[in-house]
């Protein structure tokens, strides 16, 4: 079992940045990929970052790549997002995930992911 618990998130004008942080509590934070995605109002869920076990590999949807990086430290069981010129369009809450001993063909995929945190809003005004 993993409870997850994100923060960092806040209101930002557009070009702005912030950095949210995902702490995990529970067993053995090295054996899961983890994952961050985002749902904004009326829309699906989709995928925005993910990372190995190892951090070796890391993976990033086409909208946020070059904007956006994730980062982990297995030591301190965590997970961070640091996110670089924010849009209008990167409005939404951000859920962080996680994925017991995922290959690495499955970190973009939401439904393979077995853990959720709450959520933490992020809204980047115009």
């Known amino acids: 079992q993993v409870q997850l618990v994100e923060s960092g998130g806040g209101l930002v004008q557009a070009g702005g940045s912030l950095r949210l942080s995902c702490a995990a509590s529970?067993?053995?934070?090295?054996?899961?990929?983890m994952g961050w995605f985002r749902q904004a109002p009326g829309k699906e869920r989709e995928f925005v970052a993910a990372?190995?076990?190892?951090?070796?590999?890391?993976s990033y949807a086409d909208s946020v790549k070059g904007r956006f990086a994730i980062s982990r430290v297995n030591a301190e069981n965590a997970v961070y997002l640091q996110m670089n010129s924010l849009r209008p369009e990167d409005t939404a809450v951000y859920y962080c995930?996680?994925?017991?001993?995922?290959?690495?063909?499955?970190?973009?995929?939401?439904?393979?992911?077995?853990?959720w945190g709450q959520g933490t809003q992020v809204t980047v005004s115009s």
């Open positions: 529970g067993r053995s934070f090295r054996d899961y990929a």
């Open positions: 995930a996680a994925n017991y001993r995922s290959p690495t063909r499955n970190m973009r995929l939401g439904e393979t992911y077995h853990y």
């Open positions: 990372i190995s076990w190892s951090g070796g590999t890391q």
